[in-house]
Every structure is written in structure tokens, then in C-alpha cells.
């Protein structure tokens, strides 16, 4: 695992219409462009996350739906399970 770098990296941007509304957006806010980008990465960041989350709930739900469509076993159901589990294999594991 590479350590983690510390400090600024300077980045150059080829798109100069990004360029430009980095700048018309800092005009507006009164922002230098680092601040821009800073702010506009978090915002992207934030709604990622949420995704990330919404996704993790929806899979959540659809286990819970799967684990109610399976059966209840008895007591009794889950002893002959067992006992039938004894009968198939030998101490050790392997079948009889």
C-alpha cells in the first residue's frame, strides 16, 4: 500500500469551457477557483454517498423480503433435520 500524499497538487485544466464557468461561478460567490471545485466536489461527493446509501436500503429490503418467503421450521422439523444430517455422515464428515 503506497503512503498517502500530503500537500497541494496543481491541476490543469484542458476544457476551457469549465474553465470558464469555474470563474463566472467563483464571480458570483465571490470564490477563488479552488474553492469552486472544493465545493462542487463535496456536493458530488454528498450525493454519491446518498446513492451509495439508497442502493444499500434497497438491498437490505429485498433481502428481507426473500428471508419472509421462507418457511418457519419446528422444533421437531429442525430435530429430524438433524438426525437425518447424522444418518448421511460419519463422524469425521464424509458420507456413510
Do not use: C, H
Not at 9 to 35: C, F, H, W, Y
Not at 51 to 67: G, H, V
Not at 74 to 90: F, G, H, N, S
Amino acid at each position: 500500500m503506497l503512503p498517502e500524499r500530503t500537500g497541494s497538487m496543481a491541476i490543469t485544466l484542458r476544457n476551457k469551457k469549465v474553465e470558464e464557468d469555474i470563474r463566472e461561478i467563483g464571480r458570483q460567490t465571490g470564490e477563488g477557483p479552488s474553492a469552486v471545485i472544493a465545493r462542487a466536489v463535496a456536493a458530488e461527493r454528498e450525493r454519491l454517498d446518498a446513492e451509495r446509501k439508497q442502493r444499500k436500503e434497497e438491498r437490505l429490503k429485498r433481502i428481507d423480503a426473500f428471508i419472509a418467503t421462507l418457511p418457519v421450521f419446528t422444533d421437531e422439523e429442525r430435530k429430524a433435520m438433524w438426525d437425518t444430517l447424522e444418518d448421511l455422515y460419519d463422524e469425521w464428515g464424509l458420507p456413510k
